[in-house]
C-alpha cells in the first residue's frame, strides 16, 4: 500500500515538473513568436499564436493516441 502511495505521489511530482516545464516553453514559444512577428505590424503575430496553438494541439492529440494505444494493450495482461 504504502508503496503505490509513493509511486502515485512520485507520478503527481513527476507531472507537476513537466506541466512547469511545459508552461516555461510556452512563454518562451510565445516571446519568439511576438519577436518574429511583432503585434504592431497588424495581425500576423496574432494568426502565428493561433497556427501554434493548432499545431501544438494537433501534435498532443497524436502523442496522446499513440501512447494510450502502447499502453492499452499491457493493462489488459
Known amino acids: 500500500m504504502i508503496s ?4 502515485k505521489a512520485a507520478d503527481y511530482i513527476g507531472a507537476a515538473f513537466g506541466f512547469v516545464a511545459g508552461l516555461a516553453w ?3 514559444i510565445t516571446s519568439l ?3 518574429i512577428f511583432p503585434f ?6 496574432i494568426v502565428a ?4 496553438a493548432v499545431l501544438m494541439t494537433i501534435i ?7 501512447a494510450t494505444r ?4 499491457s493493462l489488459e495482461e
Open 70 to 73: 502502447r499502453i492499452k494493450p
Open 49 to 52: 499564436q493561433f497556427a501554434y
Open 40 to 45: 504592431n505590424k497588424g495581425s500576423g503575430g
Open 60 to 66: 498532443l492529440v497524436m502523442v496522446i493516441t499513440i
Open 33 to 35: 513568436i511576438e519577436y
Open 4 to 7: 503505490k502511495t509513493r509511486e
Open 26 to 28: 510556452n512563454e518562451a
